[in-house]
């Protein structure tokens, strides 16, 4: 009987795997364009949301009307900017807004910080990639977390932000941190420093370059 | 097997999914995938629907192919199987549901090692019809997704004081302090324990009468 | 890096995934065969030796694997299929080596191989090596402080099921309930930790 060769396992083994393989790959291309397509807009949505003025989270606007604003108002980084997507306005930069990244509690998680042309005072953050607890670290998406950010100034020094515990007093440097989400608390908080403070002195060497 | 046969079959199945064999509470199996997403009761129906498609598809394919299968690979075959299902629903929602792929993070993934789906394939799609299977992967998956919606249901409305997102009147108000060991991982296993706690005991109160 | 950077950092992934990021306690994988096979310290013990290799091995052929064969091809996304196939071959592969040379060991320990290819853990220590970016040697690390993590959780469950055999417990909790809720205390104990390491 076939089924009782030495070589039909493998044989078998072959063909199952090449069949679903290729069905799966067939999925995978036939996606690929809306998975990228989702992704970029995601990133696009986040520069938008802390750029003063290019977003309302009432608004409903569609996939394809942020793209256009996107590409009209934003500016690409540029040697002056230190890798931060700039809106500018009567010829003057108006805000930064910084790609930020590092490892999660999860996965690594993704976002973007916006500064205004001062340097010092945090507009907004946004995320674009994250995969923390739903309900604990995830919560770092909604606007109770997010709207602590807006207004607050980086200090001279080591910690150019802090997170404290929730309950304790901030002042112009701190947020608190998520309740019952210390690993992703404490993962975010070096991510925003380590991010703000390496652009900080990429724009000081920009600057001495003047 | 003749008409009236296979109509038993399948009540048996459906009834030993369902509450006889839960595989939640009676074989205890599948915990993990499942056990992280309970917290928010959206992410828990989308994880269930992941798991009914898996779950029944891949008993009724391994049920298929079962005549074929060599004895030494078939938990290989089975694990390609359930791996390319799952693979399938990851790919569709990063495609049309990027949101929720991002919140179920790695769970969509780890449905490929959840006892449940290996264990339903191994203990009944291996030696039955494949219509048989897919009721069985079916009615077994739902029997799963019952229990942990009750579990949600209850660590979303207490740890958040909402349901499905939307406010729940007074759990959500200013007198309800939030238990948020609900929302932790401590507070999934509590909350599986009590519910196992319960559901045994109804069984084996009516059992006995 | 260098050697002795990427050492120290294997350490400390090491321990932080022992204590602080347990991969049953904080991640909840590998429940299964954790609330299945905990009854007693001798069989926890050896599920939870053979885990440690099983994991620790695993997690190094799968960074061979992808590193060498999956990205140069681009095939990421082929991770779940490959990592599932390697495991399920190696374990497949020790069980024989196990068989042929130690019948006894075999006896003991064999009946546990076929349960840990389907326990979660392992699948999911090599997937988070591959989303944590983790080289070779923080790998080596990493699987190891997971192996010892799930060891160290299921033993202390074992030890704690053992003292309870003699109490009296109600009998819709027997079994699964009572072990689930020792789970929860278990992981409320080790949050305790997270603020150890920086």
């Known amino acids: 009987m076939i089924k009782e060769k030495k070589w039909f396992p493998v044989i078998y083994m072959f063909l199952v795997t090449a069949l679903l393989s290729s069905i799966v790959i067939g999925f995978t291309q036939f996606t690929s364009n809306r998975v990228e397509a989702n992704r970029k807009l995601a990133f696009e ?10 977003s309302d989270e009432k608004e409903k606007a569609t996939g394809l009307q942020l793209h256009l604003r996107f590409a009209e108002k934003v500016n690409e980084p540029d040697d002056y900017s230190a890798g931060a997507y700039t809106l500018i306005g009567s010829g003057k930069i108006i805000a930064y807004a910084l790609p930020i990244s590092g490892r999660g509690f ?17 507009t907004a953050i946004a995320f674009y990639q994250q995969n923390e607890t739903p309900g604990l670290g995830a919560e770092i998406t909604k606007p109770e977390f997010r709207d602590q950010f ?29 309740t019952g989400a210390t690993q992703t608390s404490t993962r975010l908080e070096t991510i925003i420093n380590d991010a703000l403070k390496k652009w900080q002195q990429q724009l000081g060497d920009g600057l001495d370059r003047n | 097997m003749n008409g009236r046969i296979m109509q038993s079959a399948k009540q048996k199945v459906i009834v030993e999914g369902l509450w006889h064999n839960n595989p939640v ?18 992410n828990t129906v989308v994880m269930c629907v992941a798991l009914i498609f898996t779950l029944s598809l891949s008993a009724a394919s391994v049920s298929v192919l079962r005549k074929l299968t060599p004895r030494n690979i078939r938990m290989m075959v089975e694990t390609l199987i359930i791996a390319f299902y799952v693979i399938i629903v990851d790919v569709l929602l990063k495609a049309y549901w990027p949101e929720m792929s991002s919140n179920l993070g790695p769970y969509v993934g780890l449905i490929i090692t ?9 203990a009944y799609g291996n030696s039955n019809p494949p219509s048989l299977a897919f009721l069985d992967g079916l009615f077994n998956a739902l029997g799963y997704s019952f229990v942990l919606l009750i579990i949600a249901t209850f660590r979303e409305v207490l740890g958040m004081g909402t349901f499905l997102g939307f406010s729940v009147p007074y759990f959500s108000g200013p007198n309800w302090d939030k238990w948020i060991v609900m929302v932790m991982p401590p507070g999934a296993f509590f909350m599986l324990a009590v519910v196992t706690w319960i559901f045994r005991s109804v069984q084996s109160r009516k059992e006995q009468s | 890096m260098n050697i002795e950077t990427e050492m120290s950092q294997a ?9 602080t990021q347990n991969i049953l306690l904080s991640y909840f994988l ?19 030796l053979a885990v440690i290799f099983v994991m620790t091995s695993t997690s190094l052929l799968n960074w061979l694997a992808y590193h060498y064969v999956l990205e140069p091809l681009g095939l990421h996304f082929f991770r779940f299929i490959l990592f599932i196939i390697i495991i399920a071959a190696f374990v497949q592969f020790i069980e024989m080596v196990i068989d042929r040379y130690s019948p006894t060991l075999y006896q003991n320990l064999g009946v546990f191989l076929p349960l840990i290819t389907v326990n979660c853990a392992i699948l999911g220590a090599s997937l988070f090596m591959v989303i ?40 819709g909790l027997q079994g699964a309930g009572i072990t689930l809720i020792i789970a929860g205390i278990m992981a409320l104990a080790f949050i305790g930790f997270t603020g150890v390491l920086q």
């Open chain 3, 11 to 19: 350490f400390v992934v090491c321990i932080s995934a022992i204590f």
């Open chain 1, 45 to 54: 949505k986040a520069v938008l949301a802390v750029l003063p003025g290019l």
């Open chain 3, 132 to 171: 944590r970016d983790y080289s070779f040697i923080v790998t080596i690390g990493y699987g190891l402080g997971s192996g010892i993590g799930w060891f160290l959780a299921i033993i202390a469950m074992a030890g704690i099921r053992q003292r309870l055999s003699n109490e009296r417990i109600p009998q």
């Open chain 3, 30 to 48: 590998g429940l299964c065969p954790f609330i299945g096979v905990s009854r007693e310290i001798k069989t926890a013990f050896g599920l939870g």
């Open chain 1, 106 to 122: 999860w996965a690594p998680i993704k976002g973007i910080i916006g500064i205004e042309a001062d340097r010092k005072t945090i």
């Open chain 2, 25 to 42: 509470f009676r074989q205890v199996l599948g915990i993990c995938s499942t056990l992280a997403v309970t917290n928010l009761v959206l």
């Open chain 2, 114 to 122: 959840n006892c449940i789906v290996m264990g339903r394939c191994e």
């Open chain 1, 150 to 178: 807006k207004g607050k100034v980086m200090r001279m020094g080591e910690k150019l932000l802090s997170f404290e515990r929730p309950g304790t007093k901030l002042d112009k440097n701190s947020v608190h941190a998520l």
